[in-house]
């Protein structure tokens, strides 16, 4: 096994294998700065270049793409707020703070040495854990893959924000969402309203960039101001490394919470980031302000995310399962090479998975040390006004949603969740709670049901289930003493909020809340036509919400001034009464307008005309910036399309004449 | 078009220039030239699958044995169980030979089914080359077999199945089970077959099928080591349309010398009838690319001749297994056969299996 080690090592170090493992590590750090474009869409652009290559170096260059797409997604997330993609969601919350304090430079050099150590300390459990990750794989059946489901959930505890009834409503609404399109246990389609968009439910995407993306962009267009004000980066690079030093228990329990769950086959790892999150919440005892800026809410996430996708490597080589969409497109990739994944991924193939080794903790190390040399100029875009950033932005997230099913819809779809995610921020419902609910829901409806159907409700005896049950009885006794939203901690709840004292103020809060228990009894009127296996989850799921509500809406109506429940950014936000301050809604009617005119015109069309007049209306600039900007955006989607191979959504003028490619 | 921006091109330029060369470009004139052109492969599936797989093995040998030597690039889109994407080539590919689709069992079977999403007519298409699959059932020891010749023990006994889904490639398994009056309990949801081979590997389910190759890498040394005992094979088509033994497994019953076995006597009637539509679109016809109906002969011809001169390439023989599961891609009457033979059912046959479907499972198929 050392020999192999070492052979597999020394196969590696030549210059063409590095060579190719940088080009996968180039491509691999690009994606990931792009908000929203992840490992799929990594992977699909190296896909037609494997042909005929050599197997060490088109796996090197493989891993080297998978490896560091989480180490670079963190750059617009702790800059702009912005996941880089969703395995970084929850590095915002504390990342962005920081950014803004003027501390940027401290909160990436953490997350960078973060995602090194995570990423490395995948490679060592993979080393060590491939070859007896067989049997303890194969114990987590239905019935533990059911509980993990449920300890995933348990985070909605320590997110649910101020008010449990609202956390707890959100994440039924994530459940909701969650659950439509086919049904687990019949196949019967649910909340399609006739609608073929909504057979396959909502892309993971979709709901990512809707709910975490576009709120952020809408937010910093109301200010004609760059991102950061002053020193982009600040000081505190060496900060950073002590930072995680100083934390180095916690970045290596959150790179094993990683490891885990990347590892078992079937929970996939898009929460993995909240997981550790949570977790760091839960545990750091020496002054949390989590939320507001606390540099181990950036540690945790980055080290786990980095370290899942080592977990993840488990499964797809062992079973050929891949855990996630990017393993499942690295699988496609490895049976393109002739190498077929099972038990003699172990035996007579283990050169191979060691490869796989030694390729992803230098990949690793390389990625880190891009990062770091590239912090500097990349964070010189928050000086930039955020207007002149906007267009690249919105017109980059939309060719992001469009990967999801290539079509307009990928695109109304975005819209409308990045309404709903405008609406939840500004009345503080919390947007964590919702997405682990939305992630989550197939992964415990389906389960349930099969635990049941193989176990009936024994399985609720298993030793596997009972210690899992105990693990997530502790998160959510943990979770709910350290409550955290956006603007910090939150336990105990005191009613000192600042707050209008007017019923009339109250008034939008108390509609959005209505709207959302229009928006629940939907769904359980939808699931009332169903059998009992289709309806069940989304009926139970829709009473919980709706009785949440119930105890919510008293509270918003009738609570005394500061009571707990209130909030709404409009009256109390940091910019209100602040000069120059634009509508809550310009942002997205820039969003809207750029999906209306695709639907005439196509998007390529589109964002041609789109590109300039955002420029030049929106941020007054210059002719010559004004074309050389969207040349350079033209040329720049044009590339990526042209290399993914991909026509863009069409409008109706494409359904009457025949324009050639990129306008078809 | 693209072609202005092709790498790719470069590379194929080059190989032309080669083939010309050599003398091996043949009579371009008469015939159908892809020079310079760029062929779109429409996959409706996402990047990663086993046809995104397929499609993306064969694109380069395509472009390498298509005269004038195009660019062939793989498409995806994804979306609607594959039926979008299928309904988009129905909609808008042009009769040039520029535009192809590939299609799987997940193509076939919604329109078998009558699903409402569908909007496209196969017997509308021409046929450029159909790639079968097999694959192997199997259950577990506890239930007492010792090999094929023991399925009788399995009469009495509660079978459990890891089913994708009642309308999924898993409804083959389902209806062939209920042919031979099995008691099966279908526990739905899995993501895949290789997830269900983990649910036979934890001992949650006692009986599963895998492809072939997935079967040979990761089921036979199960077999080996006594934790799984083979039952039979799905089996292949000849060219007269007959249920034969896979030449993979020429030491396993087909599924109707299994039936036999079981009761005596060859499978017919319309359960057979619509266990066999299902069977071919699902295996012997499961993958197939198709051209627009209205495309002239020699583009067709032009197709099938690259299809099959390909498997004289070294890089062909060299993956064809894993990627193809050792069924070799085939081209000409068979595949003609095997696109009637997985693309037809009679009204009352798509009733009764919609009907059980409904009734049984809970079906519905999205009115």
Redo the contacts between chains.
């Keep these: 096994m050392v020999d192999t080690l070492l052979s597999a090592l020394s196969a590696l170090l030549t210059f063409q294998h590095l060579a190719y493992m940088f080009v996968g590590v180039g491509v691999g750090l690009m994606i990931g700065v792009i908000p929203g474009l992840g490992g799929i869409a990594g992977l699909s652009l190296l896909m037609p270049f494997l042909y005929g290559m050599e197997e060490t170096a088109a796996l090197a260059m493989l891993i080297g793409l998978v490896a560091v797409i989480p180490t670079s997604d963190t750059f617009s997330s702790v800059l702009m707020g912005i996941p880089g993609s969703s395995a970084s969601q929850a590095t915002v919350l504390d990342g962005f703070p920081l950014a803004r304090e003027g501390q940027a430079a401290r909160a990436l050099s953490a997350a960078f040495i973060s995602s090194m150590a995570g990423g490395i300390f995948g490679a060592v459990v993979l080393t060590g854990f491939v070859v007896i990750a067989r049997p303890i794989i194969l114990s987590f059946a239905s019935a533990e893959l059911f509980m993990l489901s449920l300890f995933g959930l348990s985070m909605v505890a320590v997110l649910a924000g101020r008010s449990l009834a609202k956390g707890l409503a959100a994440c039924c609404i994530g459940l909701v969402i969650g659950s439509i399109g086919g049904a687990p246990a019949t196949g019967e389609f649910r909340m399609i309203f006739g609608l073929e968009y909504l057979y396959d439910g909502i892309p993971l995407v979709i709901v990512g960039l809707g709910f975490f993306a576009i709120p952020e962009i809408a937010d910093l267009l109301r200010k004609n101001s760059a991102i950061a004000s002053g020193n982009a980066l600040g000081s505190g690079w060496f900060q950073g490394f002590r930072d995680w030093w100083k934390n180095i228990w916690l970045s290596m329990r959150c790179a094993g919470i990683g490891c885990i769950i990347g590892a078992i086959p079937g929970l996939g790892g898009s929460v993995v980031d909240w997981i550790a999150y949570g977790h760091a919440v839960q545990t750091v005892k020496k002054d949390p302000k989590f939320g507001k800026g606390d540099i181990r809410g950036v540690i945790a996430p980055e080290s786990a995310n980095n370290a899942m996708q080592g977990g993840a490597l488990l499964p797809t080589m062992l079973f050929g399962i891949p855990g996630s969409g990017a393993m499942a497109v690295f699988l496609g990739g490895m049976v393109l090479l002739g190498i077929q994944p099972g038990p003699s991924m172990v035996g007579a193939d283990l050169n191979i998975t060691y490869s796989v080794v030694w390729s992803l903790a230098l990949a690793n190390v390389m990625g880190a040390g891009i990062c770091l040399a590239l912090a500097i100029p990349i964070s010189r875009l928050t000086q930039i006004p955020f207007q002149r950033l906007a267009p690249f932005m919105i017109v980059l997230i939309c060719f992001a949603a469009f990967q999801a099913t290539r079509s307009l819809a990928d695109l109304v779809a975005l819209l409308s969740l990045g309404v709903l995610g405008v609406l939840m921020k500004r009345f503080g419902w919390p947007r964590p709670a919702l997405l682990i609910g939305y992630v989550l829901a197939p992964q415990a409806e389906t389960y349930f049901y099969q635990a049941l159907q193989f176990n009936s409700w024994s399985f609720l005896g298993r030793p596997g289930v009972i210690i899992i049950g105990l693990m997530t009885l502790a998160s959510v006794f943990f979770g709910l003493r350290n409550r955290v939203d956006e603007h910090g901690h939150v336990v105990p709840n005191e009613d000192d909020a600042p707050d209008v004292p007017s019923f009339k103020a109250h008034l939008p809060q108390i509609v959005f809340a209505a709207a959302m228990a229009g928006l629940l009894l939907v769904a359980l009127n939808d699931s009332l036509r169903h059998d009992f296996l289709g309806q069940i989850f989304p009926l139970s799921v829709s009473v919980v919400g709706l009785v949440m509500l119930a105890i919510l809406m008293p509270q918003l109506v009738r609570g005394k001034i500061g009571h707990h429940a209130h909030f709404d950014a409009e009256l109390t936000g940091d910019h209100v009464g602040q000069e120059g301050i634009g509508n809550l809604w310009g942002g997205l009617a820039w969003i809207a307008g750029l999906v209306g005119l695709t639907a005439l015109i196509g998007f390529y069309a589109a964002l041609l005309v789109f590109f300039p007049v955002f420029l030049w209306v929106r941020a007054k600039a210059g002719l010559l910036a004004v074309a050389l900007m969207t040349i350079g955006c033209a040329g720049f989607i044009l590339t990526l399309a042209w290399a993914l191979s991909l026509n863009f959504p069409t409008g109706l003028l494409q359904d009457s004449i025949e324009l050639p490619w990129p306008f078809r | 078009?693209?072609t202005n921006?092709?790498i790719?091109r470069r590379v194929a330029l080059g190989l032309a220039v080669g083939a010309m060369a050599l003398g091996v470009a043949g009579p371009a004139a008469a015939e159908a030239n892809f020079s310079g052109k760029t062929v779109?492969w429409i996959i409706p599936f996402?990047?990663?699958?086993g046809s995104?797989?397929w499609a993306?093995?064969n694109?380069?040998l395509l472009s390498k044995y298509l005269p004038g030597n195009p660019v062939v690039?793989?498409?995806?889109?994804?979306?609607?169980?594959s039926t979008?994407g299928t309904n988009l080539f129905a909609a808008r590919a042009k009769p040039d030979g520029l535009t192809i689709l590939g299609t799987s069992g997940s193509t076939q079977f919604p329109y078998l089914l009558g699903d409402p999403?569908v909007r496209y007519e196969y017997k509308d298409w021409k046929i450029a080359m159909a790639s079968p699959t097999g694959g192997v059932v199997y259950t577990s020891p506890s239930l007492g077999l010792n090999g094929p010749e023991d399925i009788a023990m399995l009469k009495d006994k509660n079978l459990?199945y890891a089913s994708q889904?009642?309308?999924s490639l898993d409804l083959v398994p389902l209806l062939g089970f209920r042919l031979m009056d099995f008691d099966v309990?279908h526990?739905?949801?899995f993501?895949?077959r290789?997830?269900g081979?983990?649910?036979f590997?934890?001992g949650?389910?006692n009986i599963d099928y895998q492809t072939s190759?997935?079967y040979l890498?990761?089921v036979q040394?199960l077999v080996d080591a006594g934790q799984a005992v083979p039952l039979f094979s799905w089996g292949v088509l000849n060219e007269a349309g007959e249920v034969v033994r896979d030449p993979t497994f020429p030491d396993l019953p087909s599924f109707v010398e299994a039936y036999e076995t079981l009761t005596g006597a060859a499978p017919s009637g319309p359960e057979y009838d619509a266990y066999f539509a299902f069977f071919t679109a699902g295996f012997p016809a499961q993958k197939m690319v198709f051209l627009p109906g209205e495309t002239p002969d020699e583009i067709v011809d032009a197709y099938q001749k690259a299809f099959e001169d390909m498997k004289a390439d070294p890089?062909y023989q060299?993956?064809a297994d894993?990627?193809l599961g050792a069924y070799g891609q085939v081209t000409g009457v068979l595949a003609q056969a095997l696109f009637e033979k997985g693309t037809t059912i009679t009204p009352e046959i798509r009733a009764q299996v919609t009907g059980m479907l409904a009734a049984e499972?809970?079906?519905?198929l999205?009115e």
């Design positions: 078009m693209n921006f092709n790719t779109e996402s990047a990663g699958g995104d797989t993306r093995f694109a380069p690039v793989v498409v995806n889109e994804p979306g609607g169980g979008k999403r459990v889904g009642a309308t309990q526990v739905f949801g993501k895949g290789g997830d081979r983990l649910a590997e934890r949650e389910v190759s997935a890498k990761s040394p890089d060299a993956n894993t990627v499972y809970g079906v519905k999205g």
